[in-house]
């Protein structure tokens, strides 16, 4: 199974591991698509990989789809194991990453938005819509957190909370 992200120089191969190259070629398929990769046959046997058209697959390219079809229950194990290992790794990332970076991430900005939508666009302890922070309760899950690990707060209220460890003076 694919052990980490495809480069982008990956490319389709049935030749790439001589000792099994049906199972390279089907990995790396399922390790594709999960990233995102598109693959289009084009006319006389032609590959477009992510748009650009890949000569060298022409004569294998026939091939592979013949053992596509065969295996097509490996691909779809292949690819759900290559979506967990992508989804871990990137848990992991995020879990790892210094605080500062991860508040910069697309998982963070997705994450803020459910909470400040969650708490109606308003700081859940005083009710003001100005400046509205999220703050961690826990870091144990950054990364994954749950509702119950943040909280929406209005600037003031997110200060005085760190201030005084507590949100009542």
């Known amino acids: 199974m694919p052990k980490s992200k495809a480069s982008p120089e990956h490319r389709l ?11 390279t070629a089907l990995q ?7 990233l995102g990769t598109t693959f289009e046959l084009i006319a006389d046997n032609k590959v ?12 294998t390219w026939p091939v592979f789809l013949q053992q596509v079809e065969a295996n097509i229950e490996e691909i779809r194990a292949a690819m759900v194991y290559a979506h967990r290992w992508q989804a871990e790794h990137r848990a992991l990332e995020l879990a790892t990453m210094p605080y500062a970076e991860y508040l910069q991430t697309m998982e963070w900005y997705q994450t803020r938005t459910w909470i400040v939508e969650r708490a109606g666009a308003r700081c859940q302890v005083c009710n003001s819509p100005d400046d509205l922070h999220v703050h961690h309760r826990t ?28 949100l009542a003076k």
């Open 13 to 23: 191969s049935l030749e790439t591991n001589p000792t099994d190259p049906k199972m």
């Open 28 to 34: 790396t398929l399922a390790t594709g698509f999960v």
């Open 48 to 59: 477009r990989v992510d748009g650009e058209i890949d000569a060298a697959q022409e004569s």
């Open 139 to 166: 870091y144990e899950r950054r990364g994954h957190e749950q509702a119950s690990d943040l909280i929406a707060l209005c600037a003031v209220c997110h200060k005085l909370f760190h201030d005084n460890g507590r």
